[in-house]
């Protein structure tokens, strides 16, 4: 990025935040005369004042520079799910990750398919995040710690993670389920 352009922004993001020189210095600690011959494009500025004066702005220096990029996509079709299960159809069993890949998503959603009598296995997981779902159809058995709950078509839950748990499909055909986990952990 040029220093016109990397100014320009600086000043833009102040003026938008309704801050003076003066405010922004003070804010950042940095001399108003830097500041203002940074925003000129006269000065170079390293990336650890840089930072410093994003921080003052309530900005990622991800978010400085990713300024005029496009936005995030928003569309992910049905062929674009990125199949995550780690045993697969082997045993029955199919993630699909909604937005696989994408960058600093917070969440993780999950397309999934059981087909009849498929389960996590006999032993009971954990992972580190809170998880919720939607069963669209099928029976669910759901196993949290010693309880053991049965879930049919749009009965829901939400549980943390870090709780020993397993899933099961217990009706007489495809079980499919949506859910998110957050952070994503999958």
């Not at 900005?59 to 780690?86: C, D, H, N, Q, T």
């Not at 960058?103 to 580190?128: C, F, N, P, W």
Request: aromatic share 8%; hydrophobic share 35%; no cysteine.
């Amino acid at each position: 990025m040029e220093r016109n352009e990397l100014g320009y922004r600086i000043q833009k993001l102040r003026r938008k935040q309704g801050l003076s020189l003066r405010g922004l210095s003070r804010s950042s600690g940095i001399a108003v005369s830097f500041l203002s011959s940074v925003e000129q494009g006269e000065n170079n500025v390293s990336v650890a004042k840089l930072k410093t004066i994003l921080d003052a702005l309530g900005v990622s220096l991800g978010e400085f520079f990713s300024e005029g990029a496009a936005p995030p996509r928003v569309i992910y079709r049905k062929a674009e799910l990125v199949e995550i299960a780690a045993h697969g159809n082997a045993k029955g069993i199919s993630y699909r990750d909604v937005a696989a890949g994408r960058q600093g998503r917070s969440i993780q959603m999950l397309v999934e398919r059981y087909k009849k009598g498929a389960d996590t296995g006999a032993e009971l997981y954990r992972h580190t995040a809170e998880e919720a779902g939607v069963v669209l159809k099928g029976k669910l058995e759901l196993t949290v710690e010693s309880e053991v709950y049965t879930l049919g078509s749009g009965d829901a839950y939400y549980f943390d993670s870090s709780r020993p748990h397993r899933f099961r499909n217990i009706g007489r055909g495809e079980l499919r389920v949506i859910s998110v986990n957050t952070p994503p952990s999958f």
